[in-house]
């Protein structure tokens, strides 16, 4: 599916959208559904404390310029385990391109290895209900499991992180998005395929990247 939307932010801060309405913060598991819009993908989500700023899969990475102001485009697949074959146009409905503007540069800070620059964008999604604006790094997740992860800079404002559980705001959770033809269709968090409990030991690792991001001025 080769779907580009485009996004400007009206949230520059990086906190929740619904923030101003939320009386208490919410139990989520460590892992859960989240339906990035206006692209109408839905994809799984770590939720890692141990990771400062969330970060997105992001495939083919292209910086662009748009009325004077710095953009970024890349493709997002719902599932970090395409090959490069689906990110062809019209090869697969889990990829879908975006566009956003660039919201700021990091340089992340690597154990034994080269330092790298890693671009921000802001972009908004549904998880439980509730719709959120984020800053998310933009990183080619191949290696790890799940495609989006969720880090404190986020977590911290809205949501308390059971370790234990998963899904516990999206197992059942139904969302209304539009096809390509404009007809509602409804879909739920168990449409996709069930997650193992297990989470692979080079996921981990991933939060200990995030921690050592620096802000590039």
């Known amino acids: 599916m080769s779907i580009i939307a485009t996004h400007s932010p009206a949230y520059a801060d ?4 619904d923030n101003h309405e939320i009386k208490e913060k919410v139990i989520l598991g460590w892992l859960e559904f989240m339906w990035l819009k206006p692209w109408q993908i839905k994809t799984k989500a770590k939720l890692d404390t141990g990771a400062k ?14 009325d004077g102001q710095p953009w970024v485009r890349f493709q997002f697949g719902s599932s970090t385990k395409l090959s490069n074959n689906k990110y ?5 409905k889990k990829v879908v391109t975006i566009e956003a503007p ?16 890693r671009p921000v964008v802001m972009l ?12 998310f ?3 080619d997740r191949s290696k790890f499991l799940y495609p989006v992860l969720l880090g404190r800079r986020f977590l911290k404002d809205i ?16 969302y209304t998005r539009l ?8 879909t739920t968090a168990a449409d996709n395929e069930t997650d193992t409990q297990n989470t692979p030991a080079k996921e981990d690792k991933d939060s200990q990247t995030d921690q050592s991001e620096h802000r590039k001025t």
């Open 102 to 117: 660039l919201y700021r540069k990091v340089i992340i800070k690597q154990h034994k290895r080269s330092n790298v620059e």
């Open 53 to 66: 700023t969330s970060s997105i899969h992001a495939k083919n990475i292209e910086h662009f310029d748009k």
């Open 179 to 186: 096809d390509i033809d404009g007809k509602e269709l409804t």
């Open 88 to 92: 062809k146009p019209g090869k697969s």
């Open 14 to 17: 990086g906190k929740s959208h």
């Open 159 to 174: 949501a308390i992180i059971d370790p234990d559980n998963t899904y516990l705001r999206t197992s059942n959770e139904a």
């Open 137 to 139: 790094t933009l990183t």
């Open 124 to 135: 908004p999604f549904i998880m439980g209900g509730v719709e959120y604006t984020a800053q």
